[in-house]
């Protein structure tokens, strides 16, 4: 059973009124240092979303190069891998596609949840998942490069991606895990399948499962956590998305 989030924080305070944005930013802090994740709640229609992304970091263009983008289902799209359409995403970090380091952050908010079953944002450890693994697996992640592809979706749109990554890379200011069960080229190297095995049955085992109300704010690190998402019925559902940028230590 997945699990229900456990690093939440309300906007809204015990006396109703909002909470004071340096405080807020503080537990914040607090809570994604802890759990790689925070689920906002409670948020009154004076929060400004954008400007609260802002104080993490740059924005990272979208594929399409908007910098707040949308996610729904789209016309067309309902064939491919993509999160524009009603069907599951399969555990990934994002930007494994990029050139250079991925968003450190990613911020999803709800402006229309869906009805009926599903279209949960579901979330693991992936700085767990490798501390679960044997050392020289977890070394062979580290040294061996790979080839990573975009997605069929990505490519209908006329972007062929093919940066080279390894699965765990050291940051001075953390450790970067990029994972994608099928678009991390495998060369018929017969030791990564089952560690990007390992990956998608740790994330079965152990992903908290986000629902949203309207207005509630996710964010996550997105060098340390895994996400993908539930299939869902209800074509109304929206969200927003944006991608923040790693800043640099001064
Ligand atoms: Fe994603």
Known sequence: MPRHPESLLSLTDFNGGPLAADLARKTFDDLLERHGYVLMSNVP???????????????????????????RPEPGMEEFYHAGNTKPLYPHSEGYDFEGLPPRYLALWCQTPNTGAGGETTLADAHAWIAS????????????????????????????????????????????????????????????????????????????????????????????????????TDIGRHLRRIQIAHLEAA
């Not at 400007?51 to 594929?63: E, I, R, S």
């Open 45 to 71: 229609e004076s929060f400004d979303p954008v400007a609260f992304c802002k104080g993490l970091g740059g924005f990272v263009p979208q594929y399409t190069g908007v910098l707040v983008g949308d996610v």
């Open 133 to 232: 693994l044997d050392e020289d697996d977890r070394a062979f992640l580290r040294e061996r490069v790979w080839s990573w592809e975009t997605t069929d979706a990505m490519r209908h749109l006329g972007l062929d991606l093919h940066p080279r990554h390894p699965v765990i890379e050291d940051h001075p200011d953390g450790t970067i895990v990029r994972y994608s069960f099928n678009n991390l080229v495998r060369e018929d190297d017969p030791r990564i399948g089952p560690l990007l095995d390992s990956a998608r049955e740790f994330f079965a085992r152990e992903h908290t499962a986000i629902q949203y109300q309207r207005r509630d704010m996710l964010v996550f690190d997105n060098w340390r956590m895994l996400h993908a998402r539930t299939a869902f």
